[in-house]
């Protein structure tokens, strides 16, 4: 029996996965749905303290609009890489396989790059937890929680893909170890989606 | 029948570019949206479809749902429809009710 057969046979029953999937991915899957129920709850408490708040501050006075439209444009170019590799992992291709996947830690360290610019920046116009030049708190309490949040993610999503990258280069990758990998890179750039949509557009 | 390996692996890369490409224009349509001088409610209204078209077209094609056994595929869509009535239905009481009380202050 090949690896991935067994991988998708239950071994309590030693029947077929009624999900067709080993039980990684299928965990992952799981994971990924309860974490995006984390977010909206993040995302909806932000929304009902807005609501809730007499003024809010207008985004483009407290942020560069272009600059927030660069960091959208880095992670969705990175989620294009990574499904090229999750692509080239399934057809075999080692050497495709470490070129996207390095592809897309560059993006991911862009990213982080951009976003802890924009944090030091918006620290130094005095932005706290709970205060802001804006004059209303909870302002930037849901910007750092929120954006804080969706950043350690691409920190954890980085750092897997460097365990990747790394086995990958030595010969040691297994595609479907590519293939979680990417899920969950992927849902980073999805969180974002949401959080660019509602937090800096609206 | 082919396995989910060959179906993700024979598509090569170009698919994967062009979703790319889709992705940025929906993207700068948002921005567009986001800048037009639509008062908050429809905004938010349209904001948020464009995220929901962009995060669906991310989860089908870029983490390869479509490629997915039915049974897989009928619980995740479960848990994003319960993510979706706490994003869009749970804040919409809160709203209404903050917003009435706010008419009659």
Not at chain 2, 60 to 69: A, D, I, Q, S, V
């Given at each position: 029996?090949?690896?991935?057969?067994?991988?998708m046979?239950?071994?309590?029953?030693?029947?077929?996965?009624?999900?067709g999937?080993?039980?990684?991915?299928?965990?992952?899957?799981?994971?990924?749905?309860?974490?995006?129920l984390?977010?909206?709850?993040?995302?909806?408490g932000?929304?009902?303290?807005?609501?809730?708040?007499?003024?809010?501050?207008?985004?483009?006075?407290?942020?560069?609009?272009?600059?927030?439209?660069?960091?959208?444009?880095?992670?969705?170019?990175?989620?294009a890489?990574?499904?090229?590799?999750?692509?080239?992992?399934?057809?075999?291709?080692k050497?495709?396989?470490t070129?996207?996947?390095?592809?897309?830690?560059?993006?991911?360290?862009?990213?982080?790059?951009?976003?802890?610019?924009?944090?030091?920046?918006?620290?130094h116009?005095?932005?706290?937890?709970?205060?802001?030049p804006w004059?209303?708190?909870?302002?930037?309490?849901a910007?750092?929680?929120i954006?804080?949040?969706?950043?350690?993610?691409?920190?954890?999503?980085?750092?897997?893909?460097l365990?990747?990258a790394?086995r990958?280069?030595m010969?040691k990758?297994?595609?479907?170890?590519?293939?979680?990998?990417?899920?969950?890179?992927?849902?980073?750039?999805?969180?974002?989606?949401?959080v660019f949509?509602l937090?800096?557009l609206? | 029948?082919?396995?989910?390996?060959e179906?993700?692996?024979?598509?090569g890369?170009?698919?994967?570019?062009?979703?790319?490409?889709v992705?940025?224009?929906?993207?700068?349509?948002?921005i567009?949206?986001?800048?037009s001088?639509?008062?908050?409610?429809?905004?938010a209204?349209?904001?948020?479809?464009?995220?929901?078209?962009?995060?669906s077209?991310?989860?089908?094609?870029?983490?390869?749902?479509?490629?997915?056994?039915?049974n897989?595929?009928l619980?995740v869509?479960?848990?994003?429809?319960?993510?979706?009535i706490?994003?869009?239905?749970v804040?919409?009481?809160?709203?209404t009710?903050?917003?009435?009380?706010?008419?009659y202050?």
């Amino acid at each position: 029996m090949s690896n991935t057969a067994a991988a998708m046979t239950s071994p309590l029953t030693g029947t077929a996965s009624p999900f067709g999937v080993a039980w990684q991915k299928l965990m992952m899957w799981i994971f990924i749905v309860t974490d995006a129920l984390l977010f909206a709850g993040l995302l909806v408490g932000y929304g009902v303290v807005r609501v809730a708040s007499p003024t809010w501050p207008e985004q483009s006075v407290a942020f560069n609009m272009n600059y927030i439209t660069l960091m959208t444009f880095t992670l969705i170019t990175s989620s294009a890489t990574m499904a090229c590799g999750v692509a080239a992992a399934m057809a075999g291709n080692k050497k495709h396989v470490t070129l996207f996947v390095w592809l897309t830690i560059l993006g991911g360290l862009s990213f982080l790059g951009m976003q802890a610019y924009e944090w030091s920046h918006f620290i130094h116009e005095g932005a706290r937890l709970t205060s802001n030049p804006w004059g209303v708190p909870q302002f930037s309490a849901a910007f750092f929680i929120i954006t804080g949040f969706h950043g350690m993610h691409v920190t954890t999503g980085v750092t897997i893909l460097l365990v990747v990258a790394i086995r990958s280069a030595m010969g040691k990758y297994s595609a479907q170890g590519v293939e979680n990998a990417g899920l969950y890179w992927h849902f980073v750039d999805l969180v974002w989606v949401f959080v660019f949509a509602l937090f800096y557009l609206v | 029948m082919s396995t989910h390996a060959e179906s993700v692996g024979s598509h090569g890369y170009k698919g994967y570019w062009l979703l790319w490409i889709v992705l940025l224009v929906i993207t700068v349509t948002m921005i567009f949206i986001g800048d037009s001088p639509l008062s908050k409610a429809p905004q938010a209204i349209l904001l948020l479809l464009g995220a929901s078209l962009k995060a669906s077209l991310i989860i089908f094609f870029y983490m390869h749902l479509r490629f997915e056994n039915r049974n897989l595929i009928l619980v995740v869509l479960l848990g994003i429809f319960l993510t979706g009535i706490l994003m869009f239905v749970v804040p919409a009481f809160d709203g209404t009710q903050i917003l009435e009380h706010r008419l009659y202050q």
